[in-house]
């Protein structure tokens, strides 16, 4: 099992900036891909970005290129998201989420490909 809690959620104007942290534990981090998902009410739950195991490769969706930017300290068992230039659009409930790729080092952004799911962190992001 892999337990995920995520914090830095919150409300800003449209312009500000967010960081959001995906705290990891109960096997080996860094086994694992590891990627942030969102929802927005009355939509399906979308992929963000994600970061392979090592940390040398990234994805992110079309929307959020250049703004957002997704790390990993393997040494914290921790990923974060990075979001810059928010706007009204990109308020959702943010998830983080693992997916067992070792040895590979892979970057997956399939949602059904992740086993592990944290609860979700509220951003607003007022206009």
């Known amino acids: 099992q892999v337990q995920l809690v995520e914090s830095g959620g919150g409300f800003v104007q449209a312009g500000g900036s967010l960081r959001l942290s995906c705290a990891a534990s109960?096997?080996?981090?860094?086994?694992?891909?590891m990627g942030w998902f969102r929802q927005a009410p009355g939509k399906e739950r979308e992929f963000v970005a994600a970061?392979?195991?090592?940390?040398?490769?990234?994805q992110y969706t079309d929307s959020v290129k250049g703004r957002f930017f997704i790390s990993r300290d393997n040494a914290k068992n921790t990923v974060y998201l990075q979001m810059n230039s928010l706007k009204p659009v990109d308020a959702a409930v943010y998830y983080c989420?693992?997916?067992?790729?070792?040895?590979?080092?892979?970057?997956?952004?399939?949602?059904?490909?992740?086993?592990?799911w944290g609860q979700g962190n509220q951003v607003t992001v007022s206009s």
């Open positions: 989420a693992a997916r067992e790729t070792y040895p590979r080092d892979e970057v997956p952004w399939l949602r059904g490909s992740y086993r592990y």
């Open positions: 109960g096997r080996t981090f860094i086994n694992y891909a």
């Open positions: 970061i392979s195991r090592s940390g040398s490769k990234t």
